[in-house]
């Protein structure tokens, strides 16, 4: 008799984990629509948000590494956060707000780890503030927006990131950080 192959079952995702790559998925899926909101709201520059849709593969492929290695994406989702809003504050300019995403990144890094992991957490931490530190007001940008298109955009930010952390505190809610 021939003997059916039983494949293993993947091991079970932890709580932390499975909180980071909700969010990684969640943020993949709501990328590439950021280019359109941009002419939506402003009918130009469409070109000057291209990282929102590059950034997207990233946390779909970090999403993709949880059960293997599930710190990895914890540590990666907000990692190509910080790379994201530095690149997006390059394209799009400060007065657009985009900064403002550095407080999801830091959120994140303050709710993904453990005890034990206490020390990565801290060392990412003062990565996402020396990103802002070092970047913040230092890139020269030619927007292609009015005044009014830029008030716009920091709107569309700022009501971005305040649905980010929504669903961050919504989804973190009662996790065990183990």
């Known amino acids: 008799m021939a003997e059916?192959?039983?494949?293993?079952?993947?091991?079970?995702?932890d709580a932390l984990t499975a909180a980071s790559i909700t969010i990684a998925w969640v943020v993949a899926l709501n990328k590439p629509f950021?280019?359109?909101?941009?002419?939506?709201?402003?009918?130009?520059?469409?070109?000057?948000?291209?990282?929102?849709?590059?950034?997207?593969?990233?946390?779909?492929?970090?999403?993709?590494?949880?059960?293997?290695?599930?710190?990895?994406?914890?540590?990666?989702?907000?990692?190509?956060?910080?790379?994201?809003?530095?690149?997006?504050?390059?394209?799009?300019?400060?007065?657009?707000?985009?900064?403002?995403?550095?407080?999801?990144?830091i959120t994140?890094?303050?709710?993904?780890?453990?005890?034990?992991?206490?020390?990565?957490?801290?060392?990412?931490?003062?990565?996402?503030f020396a990103a802002f530190v070092l970047f913040h007001g230092r890139a020269e940008f030619s927007s292609p927006w009015s005044p009014e298109d830029m008030r716009a955009l920091l709107t569309l930010n700022i009501f971005s990131v305040a649905s980010l952390l929504t669903f961050i505190a919504l989804r973190y809610a009662g996790v065990p950080r183990g």
Not at 65 to 85: E, H, M, N, S
Not at 117 to 128: D, H, I, S
């Open 4 to 13: 059916i192959a039983v494949r293993e079952a993947p091991p079970p995702v």
């Open 34 to 105: 950021y280019p359109l909101y941009v002419w939506w709201l402003t009918g130009d520059g469409v070109a000057s948000s291209p990282t929102a849709v590059l950034a997207a593969p990233f946390f779909a492929a970090i999403a993709l590494l949880g059960r293997k290695y599930p710190l990895a994406v914890r540590a990666g989702v907000p990692l190509i956060g910080i790379v994201d809003t530095v690149l997006a504050g390059m394209f799009m300019g400060q007065a657009t707000g985009t900064e403002l995403y550095f407080v999801a990144c």
């Open 108 to 128: 994140l890094i303050a709710l993904s780890f453990t005890e034990r992991e206490k020390w990565l957490q801290r060392a990412m931490a003062l990565f996402c």
